[in-house]
């Protein structure tokens, strides 16, 4: 029964009901070309009848809250979900489910996750094949974003024919050697959190220094991000907002423009959001800071959370594009030199800290009325091979995250194949209208091509 | 914040993955003629959208499974689902959906109740309008079936034009002040506890004495039922069955055999029954014994739970339907008298202490290896005239109740307007195919009625 990580602990104790923690994704489907009426129907009895059980993580199951116990009572029912859309069918009545899914928090009691699949969704075009979806739903303490990512391609084939039998949550994942290790058995449970709690203080000093540090321009600290619509008290209502983009483009302006496809990511939202903000009469006079997660796993594991992250000068309070995207791309590149001269355990435990309000507050000691940053802005990997699920082809994965209490928006990439995947996650009680940034990023791709034309 | 009754107690510290402790309702509704296409999307929207707060007891919220607590953050989203039925979508696959969304715990983050509208369910014939049903879901520690039924109604119409814009969560209902009163305010946490506990020792010794008390052949003792397939350790899997008989038909047999209607109810699930476990070479020697609830409320208020019950011998070892008849209604008679010793509240826990094994082996010290019962089966009120909701008419309203470890099996019937209507709830892992129960009762009534014209 391994202790929950730092990490782990904080994102099960900070759920509440309007701060859900679990992370999904959105898996679209386009039906095989000559497929049968029950072809979902097949997938679903499948994985409704799947004898094989739940492999790490799917089958942890919270003990008290402190450990993870491996559940040993199975029961399909309480996770797995067949549903067809109302009509009518398109995507956004799509999203509308999702998005209200997203908003339910997954039940304790439970191994935390939850398997959906949505049937009857319209075709792209008349005459093209009808779509189903995959929204698969798990809690952030089980894995993060680029984790779960990791699972739902493990069970899918590059492979047009290849038959696939067994559900996500019965594939074998090489995580549980790696938690065992980091939570030896012949130490007791005090001495864990001895150690655990000790990597803290060198964090929380590091957090501290962050306040006077503040020679270099490009630099930010945790606390100076401005006061933002983006940064309110948020409720349990979340809205999904998806829109696949053009990867080519975007791999071209960023060798234009000589910096990383990363950086182009954070320039195209940057100007959205500045964008977004004046149309809401909401721009700060200071430049909106993002929190860009960045995985420090070393090897292959498709579960738990090993992030750090750099926080990243999103420039929004210039009005040149050109501008905003050489300040971007000298504060990513500050931002990852900073993390040398901290061991991993210690990043982890920053990354914790610095995740949340709460944790700021509860274990710095530092100001409540200050934020760290504005939003956070994830790019997780997805595939760039076509994927297929007993035939039929994946369009489009959409990833959905978790919104903290002052964290309201939520973007979150993948790329496949030839596309950059968005997935913005909103409190749509409290910034209403979220979609509208799906088409601000078109226009702001425009934007900097016709300055990297000239 | 009132505590728990015993009864509610009991209800929420049994839960397990296992053994849900929710009742449900299956309401099916025909579409108006000529309604729009969004008629169920409107009827939807209005749910997500009501401004009303959630009136007592949908308020309700857990807090450390010893109070109840009025829970100021209502999230509608918590509660609420609107989807279609994956296709072929008859009945068949509207019960699949329920029986799965049966199968699911409540969480106990929130006041635990959920609400689904499930649209796009085939006519009953070409050419009448679509249907579309209400599944309503809520925790036996809040309301019993018989209120759960009432609550419901409420918020339907006898009329067909008349607009209902409340959810059924936002309807006033009466049991705050009983429940109130029953917890006065000037007596401590420990005081309430002791008396609760002080009436649970007349009702162990009454439970105590049944063991002895067998001189009449009719008076069942509680440790008396035989052992059967239908009282086996139970899954997650629930299976609803439904159906709808013809009430006139069921009352004029009452009345050719000189018993009441519910006799017949039961001798028609008794014959049911003995031929569903002659089928499985599974037919005790010994009678079954069922478990019949009766109501004690004697205002209208809609919550809470207050149900005493009667132990029927279903005489499933007589193969003469007429000798089975002649049983059934003495058992009954028997033990309704059997409460006039005891007070209200020592009657109450009486059916808190019966209702489970759990129960009779923790409080009553009793023997593990008898059972009180086989099964339940339940009797509840529906409404003898015709509800709509919009314009849209119930067709039909069949209930889901819960299952016990040891009780694989229930049977719970309601009467709308000329039909009695059968919501069989059985364990699909255990019990499998348990639908056919639903032929076997049709063909008992023909039996019951070739007796009757002799």
Request: charge should be positive.
């Amino acid at each position: 029964m391994p202790l929950l990580s730092p990490v782990d602990f904080l994102f099960t104790t900070l759920e509440t009901r309007t701060q859900p923690m679990h992370v999904g994704g959105l898996f679209l489907f386009e039906l095989p070309n000559n497929a049968n009426e029950d072809f979902v129907s097949i997938l679903s009895k499948q994985m409704l009848t799947a004898k094989m059980p739940p492999s790490f993580p799917f089958n942890q199951v919270l003990d008290r809250l402190i450990n993870w116990q491996t559940d040993e009572d199975f029961e399909v029912y309480q996770h797995f979900r067949h549903i067809a859309l109302p009509q009518p069918a398109r995507i956004r009545e799509l999203l509308h489910y999702v998005s209200l899914e997203h908003s339910r928090l997954l039940n304790k009691s439970n191994p935390m996750w939850e398997c959906h699949i949505i049937e009857g969704i319209e075709p792209v075009s008349e005459g093209s094949p009808a779509r189903f979806a995959l929204y698969f739903k798990i809690h952030h303490s089980l894995v993060d974003g680029i984790a779960a990512m990791r699972l739902v391609k493990k069970s899918l084939s590059e492979s047009a024919t290849e038959t696939m039998n067994l559900p996500v949550w019965s594939l074998i994942t090489r995580h549980r050697s790696r938690l065992d290790a980091m939570f030896p058995k012949n130490k007791s449970w005090t001495q864990i959190v001895k150690e655990q709690l000790a990597t803290i203080k060198p964090v929380a000093r590091e957090l501290s220094k962050s306040v006077t540090e503040i020679n270099n321009p490009n630099f930010i600290h945790t606390l100076q991000a401005p006061r933002c619509i983006l940064n309110q008290r948020i409720t349990a209502s979340r809205r999904l907002s998806t829109q696949s983009y053009e990867l080519p483009r975007l791999k071209a302006l960023a060798k234009r423009l000589s910096v990383s496809t990363n950086d182009i990511v954070l320039a195209v939202c940057a100007g959205a959001l500045r964008n977004y903000l004046l149309q809401n009469n909401a721009l700060p006079k200071k430049p909106l800071i993002a929190f860009v997660p960045i995985s420090l796993r070393t090897d292959d594991s498709a579960s738990g959370n090993q992030v750090s992250f750099v926080l990243a000068n999103l420039a929004t309070h210039l009005d040149d594009p050109r501008q905003r995207i050489k300040t971007i791309s000298a504060s990513m590149r500050n931002g990852k030199e900073r993390f040398g001269a901290m061991t991993q355990a210690q990043v982890i435990n920053y990354s914790a800290i610095a995740y949340s309000w709460a944790g700021i507050n509860l274990l710095a000691g530092l100001y409540p009325k200050f934020q760290a940053f504005n939003l956070i802005i994830s790019n997780v990997p997805g595939s760039d091979k076509p994927l297929y699920w007993n035939g039929a082809k994946l369009q489009a994965l959409y990833p959905a995250s978790v919104l903290l209490n002052g964290q309201a928006m939520n973007i979150t990439l993948a790329t496949y194949v030839d596309k950059m995947e968005f997935g913005i996650t909103a409190c749509d009680d409290v910034l209403p209208h979220s979609q509208v940034l799906l088409k601000l990023i078109a226009e702001e791709i425009n934007v900097l091509e016709s300055i990297a034309c000239n």
